[in-house]
């Protein structure tokens, strides 16, 4: 395998994360790294893309939630499926100075994307899907009750269930917009009991995906995202 620096060159000022990002997968392809591969290390990258250490993180963060890399805690970041520069997109951007927008305008995407897939969930869960997704859910109740809200808790439930479609373009999707999510979650309008009302539907939701009923599925979750909605709209007026 070629080493890293003769297949990576410095890049210009602008737009440094697609750049990266580009160029990486652009390496992947033409290195021949194959599944289980370790990536070059983050100083290599750093040094043969002459980019700061944060954008390089950003990118992996990136390459992880499209699930074509991972991290191993001290052992680096290896390849779990290959792809070109062609086959790789940016997430999704926001302008998070405008957070009740980009709210609601994330709430357009995820009535029909989320509705879809707890429905999927429902049909084609496995037994151990189920299990994690009522893991989750009781971890979200847990700590809604010591806290009073549980956003990080709330969107991990999510994702379980968008792992029970076994569609992997459900979570990506997700974790698009998940920048969106953190940004509210740290601080929802000052309001800790932000969306209090819809936690009850989420044992339905668990129960109507239990059961195998997707019109119960839609159902659910288009009654937590009204209620989501409403709060929106209420507490930034």
Do not use: C
């Amino acid at each position: 395998m070629s080493e890293p620096a003769a297949l990576l060159a410095p890049l210009p000022s602008m737009d440094r994360a697609r750049a990266v990002m580009n160029a990486l997968a652009d390496y992947i392809d033409r290195s021949g790294l194959k599944p289980g591969d370790r990536l070059p290390a983050e100083r290599e990258l750093m040094g043969a893309l002459a980019v700061g250490r944060s954008t390089v993180r950003e990118v992996i963060r990136q390459l992880q939630a499209l699930g074509i890399v991972e991290s191993r805690k001290g052992s680096g970041t290896y390849l779990l499926r290959t792809v070109s520069a062609a086959t790789v997109h940016m997430p999704l951007s926001f302008d998070a100075t405008h957070l009740r927008d980009v709210l609601l305008q994330t709430l357009d995407v995820r009535r029909g994307l989320e509705a879809e897939a707890s429905a999927l969930a429902a049909l084609r869960r496995t037994d151990a899907d189920l299990a994690v997704i009522g893991a989750r859910l009781d971890e979200m109740e847990r700590v809604h009750q010591e806290k009073g809200t549980a956003g990080r808790e709330d969107l991990a439930f999510h994702l379980a269930i968008y792992d029970a479609t076994h569609n992997s373009l459900f979570p990506q999707l997700l974790e698009q917009m998940r920048e969106a999510f953190e940004s509210f979650w740290a601080k929802p309008f000052d309001r800790p009991d932000f969306a209090r009302r819809s936690f009850p539907f989420h044992r339905e939701l668990f129960d109507a995906i239990a059961a195998r009923d997707p019109d119960a599925a839609r159902e659910k979750t288009l009654a937590i995202l009204a209620v989501v909605e409403e709060d929106i709209r209420d507490m930034s007026q």
